[in-house]
């Protein structure tokens, strides 16, 4: 059974970074499939983030797409999100999924990580 | 950019009524990449419908989801209690979109 879980500071700054990992088990991320990250601020709907293809191919939505990068560490298993110049409209849940690598789907998520932008 | 809008917005039922969610595409889509999520406060979104019309593993039956042109549709036949809840229509093509729709919840 695939697992997933996200890890990673709950609060950061203003101007800062949020970085975020996504350890997978049960599932190899070398196989053919597409790894991504999706976000809920509180009290709104869900939004994609990017994707992650296993041979290094990235999509990125385009309104974040100036601020974020989404990377895989083979070795580890598991895959990351980098999102800069952080603000408190950042603050989501964060969540990491695998999706399904013909209907497009995310099929397997993680628990999701609660991450607040503030000083 | 493909957007995708949900109809209504909130959906006041009974147990044991059906529901019928809409999702339309700003633009013609492959029904093979269109998928529908029940979410509920604290929980990851559950898959319910991929590829517009097909079941995910120990989704129950009375869920089910169809596709007319640019109009896809999430029917509920016989509301259980478990099943109020937000639902989204979700779209991935690995090259152009990964959005997800604003939602419907379905209320008592």
């Known amino acids: 059974q695939v697992q997933l879980q996200e890890s990673g500071p709950g609060l950061v700054k203003p101007s800062e970074t949020l970085a975020l990992t996504c350890a997978v088990s049960?599932?190899?991320?070398?196989?053919?499939?597409?790894w991504g990250w999706i976000r809920q601020p509180p009290g709104k709907g869900l939004e994609g983030i990017g994707t992650i293809h296993h041979s290094g191919n990235t999509y990125y939505n385009r309104s974040l797409s100036s601020r974020v990068s989404i990377s895989l560490d083979t070795s580890k298993n598991q895959f990351s999100l980098k999102l800069n110049s952080v603000t408190a409209a950042d603050t989501a849940v964060y969540y990491c999924?695998?999706?399904?690598?013909?209907?497009?789907?995310?099929?397997?998520w993680g628990q999701g990580i609660l991450v607040t932008v503030s000083s | 950019e493909i957007v995708l809008t949900q109809s209504p917005g909130t959906l006041s039922l009974s147990p044991g009524e059906g529901a019928t969610l809409s999702c339309k595409a700003s633009?013609?889509?492959?029904?093979?990449?269109l998928a529908w999520y029940q979410k509920k406060p604290g929980q990851a979104p559950r898959l319910l419908i991929y590829?517009?019309?097909n079941r995910a593993t120990g989704i129950p039956d009375r869920f089910s989801g169809s596709v007319s042109g640019t109009n896809f549709s999430l029917t509920i036949s016989r509301l259980e209690p478990e099943d109020f809840a937000v639902y989204y229509c979700?779209?991935?093509?690995?090259?152009?979109?990964?959005?997800f729709g604003p939602g419907t919840e379905v209320e008592i």
């Open positions: 999924a695998r999706l399904d690598r013909y209907w497009g789907s995310p099929d397997f």
């Open positions: 590829g517009a019309s």
């Open positions: 633009q013609t889509i492959s029904s093979r990449f």
């Open positions: 049960g599932y190899s991320i070398t196989y053919d499939y597409n």
């Open positions: 979700q779209y991935y093509d690995s090259s152009t979109t990964f959005a």
